[in-house]
């Protein structure tokens, strides 16, 4: 009786360490940093998870440029708010209507910025001459100019962020940088609420180029243009891009910089790939937030002569919104769920690696074809596991608590949820297959 009275309290002192260490597993997650913020504005100044699409209601299908009538524009939009889209990314040709549209749709918007030489809007014609000007620049003029489209909309809600234009500006050129910290200079300056300002980056541009320009920037945003790049077929260049993306914030200490991802949205495959958009849609933004992404603008909204596939991927890109905006949780723990490195994840059979062509370090360089993201929220673990190969893999995810209360659900599954007491499961991914699985204790 005795012996057998040790052992019960054995398995009491285990099992309360196990549930210690179940505890703590959990506990990263509980003080998500967003009590103070808005309910009604997306991240980083509210809460809502920022999705949205270039253009949205614009171009023609007979020409770029051209409007559409007014009543197939107004569908357009209304599909995509109803979607759950909660911004509208910078508008081009439909910029005059860009915060009445806001307001009828109850979201926000990306407001264009220009600033101006005497009555003359800096477009990109006028950039590229800025250093034959005579006289020079009056910049103290142009930063007035700034200020005073600022303070017009100072605390008008409907806008989330400022987007600066003439997009696109080289580092290199000493007149474009200073045009680009004038005109940043000056948003801080006016706006009382402090929102971000970002410019449109080329998608070719490395971490290093990035950083020269993200010194005056608050969002690093760069095209992610997957097909349009050359990769259709080696799609973990969406990880090199967003890579970039990222170390262009470290290299430029910004680490306030909200990262966003930026997918294509305008080129027309093969007859013989339409089949792939699904996948390619949903592998893009998902491998983006599984490398640290916190926004997406899709590129673009717009309709284009010959790009018929544009319906098909404008209703992939919003199956992916819904799930990250609205009530979503898995949207809010992208946001401000803490970033953990305590679980493994590697790829147990197919394909681990992809090599990339880097241009400016002139070789190919190796990269994983599983991309891995470990979120704390709550009393819960988010895990998004993406497959960038084009062939299956098997994955598995490791070192959880030991445990018979530990549950894993694969939210984008019909599959019931299991129990994982040995503290690792397997996880079979389609090829550019994504996964997240939500972790609890019962």
């Keep these: 009786m005795k012996k057998l009275a040790v052992f019960f309290a054995m398995l009491a002192v285990g099992g309360a360490a196990a549930g210690e260490k179940i505890d703590q597993f959990f506990a990263a997650g509980k003080d998500a940093a967003k009590k103070t913020l808005s309910a009604d504005m997306v991240y980083p100044l509210g809460k809502r998870f920022p999705f949205g699409f270039y253009s949205t209601g614009g171009g023609s299908l007979n020409r770029r440029g051209e409007l559409l009538p007014a009543a197939e524009k107004d569908a357009d939009q209304k599909a995509i708010f109803d979607a759950g889209a909660t911004f509208i990314a910078p508008q081009y040709e439909l910029n005059k209507e860009i915060l009445e549209t806001a307001e009828k749709y109850n979201v926000q918007c990306a407001y264009t910025i220009y600033g101006y030489i005497g009555d003359e809007p800096i477009h990109k014609k006028i950039i590229r001459d800025l250093h034959r000007r005579t006289p020079p620049v009056d910049w103290a003029a142009v930063k007035e100019s700034v200020v005073k489209q600022v303070k017009i909309f100072a605390n008008d809600k409907r806008i989330a962020y400022w987007n600066v234009t003439p997009e696109e500006l080289r580092h290199w050129r000493v007149d474009e940088m200073k045009y680009l910290q004038t005109v940043s200079e000056a948003i801080h300056e006016a706006d009382p609420m402090k929102r971000p300002v970002f410019m449109y980056e080329p998608g070719h541009r490395s971490g290093t180029a990035l950083a020269k320009t993200f010194i005056y920037q608050d969002m690093g945003v760069k095209g992610t243009y997957t097909n349009y790049s050359g990769f259709k077929d080696k799609r973990v260049w969406v990880r090199y891009s967003i890579q970039a993306i990222a170390d262009g914030i470290k290299l430029a200490n910004r680490p306030h910089m909200v990262l966003c991802m930026l997918p294509e949205m305008f080129r027309q495959p093969e007859e013989q790939d339409l089949k792939l958009i699904p996948s390619w849609v949903r592998h893009d933004v998902y491998c983006a937030i599984a490398n640290g992404a916190k926004a997406v603008m899709v590129f673009s909204g717009s309709k284009r002569p010959k790009f018929p596939a544009w319906q098909q991927y404008r209703d992939e890109y919003l199956k992916v919104c819904r799930e990250l905006t609205g009530n979503s949780e898995l949207g809010q723990a992208i946001l401000f769920g803490?970033?953990?490195?305590?679980?493994?994840?590697?790829?147990?059979?197919?394909?681990?690696?992809?090599?990339?062509?880097?241009?400016?370090?002139?070789?190919?360089?190796?990269?994983?074809?599983?991309?891995?993201?470990?979120?704390?929220?709550?009393?819960?673990?988010?895990?998004?596991?993406?497959?960038?190969?084009?062939?299956p893999v098997k994955a598995v995810v490791d070192d959880l608590p030991y445990s018979a209360r530990m549950t894993v659900k694969n939210i984008f599954s019909d599959e019931p949820e299991m129990v994982v007491p040995e503290g690792n499961f397997e996880v079979d991914l389609a090829p550019l297959g994504v996964a997240v699985f939500k972790v609890f204790a019962k």
Excluded: H, W
Excluded at 340 to 358: A, F, H, R
């Design 338 to 391: 803490k970033v953990m490195d305590d679980l493994s994840c590697e790829v147990i059979e197919g394909e681990k690696e992809q090599t990339i062509y880097d241009r400016g370090l002139k070789k190919d360089i190796a990269l994983p074809t599983l991309s891995f993201r470990n979120l704390a929220y709550g009393n819960t673990r988010y895990l998004i596991l993406v497959n960038s190969a084009n062939t």
